[in-house]
């Protein structure tokens, strides 16, 4: 398994376990001991650095394939975040303009969505291209 | 000037021209009928619409035996699109992060706000990808066409 196929499964791993965890305290408790949870999805930005680390040791391990797989994930993550991102504000638009106005707290809940789902749509995208085993390849 | 750059040259001019003239218009007309009825000024921005002509005003040039799009303009049109996409999340951080500031955790804001955020988004995704696409190619007419 490549270091991009590791970096994938990390993101889904730790998007997966936080939103499991959030949810299960949510719905348990209360949504105040829940939502500070979601602070675990920041792991994300360590597994990048985790798994970059072996690229500097030399010898070819990011080649065009890679570089056309990568920039391919990218693309279907831009394209999936932005009609989530329309829809995410038309539908509280629609719900909220006749009793008035948004919670404030709306704002971050769509910011964060649309983050969240833009790295599993890349991280999916990798796996698709790459296949969801190794098959060999290291780096 | 390649027709890339031509179609974005187009935009920003577009984007600029919207943007400017519905903000102009609405601190006219807000001087001169007050400011509820003042934000039809935003209607402006239907402006933007124009942008999609670019494609048909700036056609490929027929009958020529050569490449048009070839995978240099692919990746400058990647890199472009990258540089919106993060254009805008900026904005979208900045904007809400504003938002927050200002009415604190447990205020509220008047739901059109969410329209404002996805036009501003839009606007800026535009912008960024404009430039960054002129800024790849170069400002001016390096004889390609």
Sequence with gaps: ?139 | MNRAQKIECFNLFVTALSTGGSLGAVILLARLVGMPKAWAGMALMGLMGLMALGPFIFRNEKGRDRVAFDERDMLIHKRAASAGFIATYVFFLTFCSGLLNSVGLNGQVPSYMLLILLAGGFVVLMLAKALALIIQYGWRNKGEQ
């Design chain 1, 1 to 139: 398994m490549n270091s991009a196929q590791k970096f994938a499964w990390s993101n889904l791993i730790i998007i997966g376990l936080t939103l499991t965890l959030s949810g299960t305290m949510i719905l348990l408790f209360a949504p105040q001991h829940g939502i500070p949870l979601m602070g675990l999805l920041g792991l994300v930005g360590i597994s990048s650095a985790v798994f970059r680390k072996k690229r500097r040791q030399g010898g070819t391990n990011f080649d065009e394939r890679d570089r056309l797989i990568y920039e391919r994930s990218l693309t279907a993550a831009h394209s999936v975040f932005w009609p989530f991102f329309v829809a995410a504000c038309m539908l509280p638009w629609l719900v909220f303009r006749s009793s008035g106005p948004v919670p404030v707290y709306v704002l971050p809940m769509i910011l964060g969505g649309g983050g969240v789902v833009a790295i599993v749509v890349q991280s999916l995208a990798i796996l698709i291209q790459y296949g969801w085993r190794g098959k060999g390849e290291k780096s």
